[in-house]
């Protein structure tokens, strides 16, 4: 059990003004039973409560999101638990993850070095190990030696990610599958990390269109598009639960649509009315303009006339009771011959895509792919077939069903899963589905619970009716109750915003109405005063790296997959998040720590050559080790090994804040310095180079991540192949 955060998000103030809301909160704290938020499993601590946090998300985005769990647990768990001892954190509690956010919570479960160096409470050693541990994972990664990695990092070839490194990456893997293995290469058998009862969920999506395949139900209404916006794919769930301590899960694979009996009816939300604008329909509805019909929002579905929306908890008076879609049809046609398709059992797919995950290693793999998440999110998309053209299956694939089709040839269709990013890239829809799972519908509605996470705002935002553009959302299983949502305390490149929602009725991702939740997110937006966290694509110049720049123009930035030197810009972004986590709990009185310089920066050439002072037969001494001003400012440096050995080039800026090579024998002070910087929010610190994280997706994960906010996903469909 984690008694973890309220007691933070009591008092949050930080630089926005007080809200109404954090009064209210900062009352709890001193005993108001008329604070949001409460919930039955309050513990009392002399005059301060800890609301029992019993569920907890972490959102996708490659590395970046590794990363940012990485710092993010290490000062929840530090700070914010009673003991600090991460096992207990993760005890009889529910955990839903996507993409990046799994393979955060996979490695800390399997990878012993993962797990230690987020248990460790000090910030130094944390810094210490993490390098470490990327400087092996990047070596693994690109077939190179740690010690390469190391001597390399911040040179021409070793920095951020970048179309080389794709390039390496490309020449050694031919499927998602193959790189993810990699990733966790260094995984125990059994979980290291002794959890009891801990219930972790992983979002992926089946594609319902991929690889010459497609998919139909054998409901009508299924069959014809609900929504223009909506997606070939439909929400999945793995569902892990870790019963005993060291021993591996019992799995459960889980497509509520195809499971909900009442899902043929709370899914059908086309009407007939027909619309050009939004004056043109009813309550509960809003026009999809593209398909020219008025359409349900979330939570109702058309009344018996089909002219308007109702409660989806409301069953008509004389509907029967619903049955779960136990088959579908599966299309394959590789000729273009249109040929009659085979009949798919929903346990036969379960089955299939259970045994394609029955593996530690693989256990994040189908939330992760992004890349084949690009290729369902448009309609009539054929990036599936560009990525095969370069021998790459995006996907993450069952085996062939060569029995379901009496083919025993290599081609027979395999079901693709796609990254859960399509759906729900917070990864909040598996955390309520999980919750709420074996409850009745009255307790249901007793639920009233306090969550915890890492995930946008703005992303958050899509899965609550009441926050946006309805024709935008994604899958909003949320209206917000009374209040808005509300930005509770910003620190140098963190957020931390506060939601108070009610559930919706979702048949599709098995979500049922009543339940109260507080949800807190910790976002990294651009907008805070030192830019959030970049996301780096590797394919544009979106987010430059650092090696270049003096420590004073250092900026959070990471790559979504490693590049071979991402040391520099994963120490930057790991540490300036512990900063904000020290700052947060100093700002809320739970601790005297403060942001301490946990390395220096080193001194390089253009060309990555370490400055060790020697030319010829001398080394130079004191402060001037980059000799004069010339080479654009900066110097030049000998990098000789030894006496007699005439090697030099020239520095990079970042040596001016180099003791013994900046001209002044100490780190910079001056006048819009970082620590200036960073002093406005009481905190002195120099984040420095270090080590090497950051891994996955690609580019495609952030058009995917965008697109998906615009995207409502439907049952199996085709709409150009309703004729079949």
Not at 53 to 59: A, D, L, N
Not at 353 to 358: A, G, K, R, T
Not at 689 to 696: E, K, N, R, V
Request: hydrophobic share 35%; aromatic share 10%; proline share 5%.
């Amino acid at each position: 059990m984690i008694p973890i955060l309220l007691c933070v998000l009591m008092f949050l103030g930080g630089r926005t003004e007080e809200s109404d809301w954090s009064k209210r909160l900062a009352a709890f704290l001193q005993n108001s039973e008329t604070a949001v938020g409460v919930d039955e499993n309050v513990e009392k601590d002399g005059n301060t409560n800890f609301a029992t946090i019993k569920g907890i998300f972490y959102s996708g985005g490659g590395y970046v999101s590794h990363v940012k769990g990485a710092a993010l647990t290490w000062g929840w768990n530090k700070y914010f638990t009673p003991d600090g001892n991460l096992a207990d954190m993760f005890t009889d509690v529910t955990v839903s993850t996507n993409s990046g956010g799994g393979w955060f919570l996979n490695d800390m479960l399997y990878a012993q070095d993962f797990a230690d160096l987020i248990d460790q409470p000090s910030k130094e050693t944390v810094v210490e190990q993490l390098q470490e541990y990327y400087y092996g994972l990047i070596a693994q990664i690109y077939d190179l030696t740690d010690d390469d990695v190391r001597e390399n990092t911040g040179g021409e070839e070793y920095n951020n990610f970048g179309p080389g490194d794709a390039a390496m990456m490309y020449g050694r893997y031919s499927s998602w599958k193959d790189l993810v293995e990699r990733f966790h290469y260094m995984y125990a058998q059994e979980p290291i990390l002794p959890v009891q009862n801990m219930k972790w969920t992983s979002v992926f999506g089946l594609a319902t269109e991929y690889n010459n395949y497609w998919l139909r139900t054998h409901v009508e209404e299924f069959n014809q598009p609900q929504q223009s916006t909506w997606s070939r794919s439909i929400p999945g769930f793995l569902d892990f639960t870790f019963e005993q301590a060291n021993q591996n899960p019992t799995i459960d694979v889980s497509f509520p649509v195809l499971e909900n009996q009442w899902a043929q009816t709370c899914s059908v939300r086309r009407t007939s009315v027909s619309c050009s604008d939004q004056n043109g329909c009813g309550d509960n509805s809003f026009c999809d303009v593209e398909l020219s019909f008025c359409v349900c929002s979330s939570g109702f579905h058309i009344s018996e006339s089909g002219d308007s929306c109702v409660d989806c908890g409301v069953m008509p008076e004389n509907q029967e009771s619903g049955q779960a879609i136990n088959s579908f049809d599966m299309y394959w046609d590789q000729w273009g011959l249109n040929p009659p398709p085979v009949e798919i059992t929903v346990a036969e797919l379960k089955e299939k895509v259970f045994d394609s995950i029955n593996d530690p290693k693989w256990y994040s793999g189908p939330s992760s792919t992004a890349v084949a998440a690009g290729a369902v999110m448009v309609e009539g998309s054929n990036l599936h077939n560009v990525y095969a053209v370069f021998g790459v299956e995006a996907s993450w694939q069952t085996a062939p069903l060569n029995d379901a089709f009496n083919d025993e040839h290599s081609n027979v269709p395999q079901f693709s899963l796609v990254d859960g990013g399509v759906l729900d890239n917070c990864g909040i829809t598996g955390l309520i589905k999980r919750i709420q799972e074996g409850l009745t519908p009255e307790e249901i509605e007793q639920i009233d619970m306090t969550i915890v996470g890492m995930c946008t705002a703005s992303e958050i935002a899509y899965l609550v009716t009441d926050l946006g553009d309805l024709s935008e959302n994604t899958y909003p299983v949320f209206e917000l109750e009374d209040k808005d949502a509300s930005l509770e305390w910003t620190g140098e490149i963190t957020q931390v915003w506060g939601f108070r929602l009610r559930t919706l009725h979702d048949p599709m991702n098995g979500i049922l109405p009543g339940s109260r939740f507080t949800l807190w997110a910790f976002d990294f937006p651009e907008d805070t005063p030192r830019g959030g966290v970049c996301g780096n694509w590797g394919v544009v110049d979106r987010c430059p790296g650092n090696h270049m720049k003096h420590p004073d123009e250092y900026q959070a930035t990471m790559g979504l997959i490693p590049g071979r030197g991402e040391a520099l810009e994963v120490a930057i972004t790991a540490e300036l998040i512990m900063n904000d986590m020290i700052s947060l709990a100093n700002h809320l009185g739970l601790t005297d720590d403060t942001p301490e310089i946990v390395f220096s920066p080193q001194c390089t050439t253009v060309d990555g050559t370490k400055c060790t002072g020697w030319y010829s037969g001398t080394q130079c001494a004191d402060d001037s080790c980059c000799q004069g001003s010339d080479y654009e400012g900066h110097g030049w440096c000998g990098t000789g090994s030894g006496p007699n050995d005439d090697q030099w080039g020239r520095c990079l800026r970042v040596c001016d804040a180099v003791p013994g090579f900046d001209g002044s024998g100490a780190l910079p002070t001056t006048s819009g310095t970082l620590m200036q910087v960073l002093d406005s929010a009481a905190v002195e610190t120099l984040i420095i180079p270090s080590f090497a994280l950051i891994g996955a997706l690609s580019i495609a994960y952030f058009i995917v991540n965008r697109s998906s906010k615009k995207t409502e996903f439907t049952p199996i469909y085709d709409a150009e192949r309703e004729e079949c």
